[in-house]
């Protein structure tokens, strides 16, 4: 089955302003997700990772992705098709407390070419 990665960007502000029963339900569509295998959780503060030519790693503090909104968090689902997984993610928090979700599928790790070989 493809596997698909959400992405949902959101702030305390919208999720304030979205009505209670709303915000609940979401949470509990997350619930049901997770019981169905989801894979989701909180982002924390990211770091960068960078090994050029293999010739020594650097890191640095802070995110790559830049978003009006902050990254909240990341789920990993199996879905059978993309209009299957934007149903699943059209009814996650951050979909309904004013923030963006995205939907990436993922290709096959064997597969580096469509994954631009990283």
């Known amino acids: 089955m493809p596997t698909f990665i959400m992405i949902g960007y959101g ?5 304030d302003r979205t009505d ?12 049901r997700l997770r ?23 650097e890191t640095a503090d802070g995110p790559f992705m830049q978003s009006s909104l902050p990254v909240a968090g990341f789920t990993v689902i199996e879905s059978s098709s993309l209009d299957e997984a934007i149903a699943m993610a059209s009814q996650t928090p951050c979909a309904v407390a004013h923030g963006v979700v995205e939907v ?14 990283h």
Not at 11 to 15: S, V
Not at 104 to 117: E, K, N, Q, R, V
């Open 104 to 117: 990436w599928p993922l290709g096959s790790t064997l597969d580096s070419d469509s994954a631009g070989g």
């Open 11 to 15: 702030d305390q502000e919208g999720y």
């Open 20 to 31: 209670t029963a709303t915000r609940d339900t979401a949470h509990a569509h997350d619930d």
């Open 35 to 57: 019981a169905g295998g989801a894979r989701m959780g909180v982002a924390g503060a990211p770091v960068q990772v960078r090994n050029h030519d293999a010739a020594g790693t």
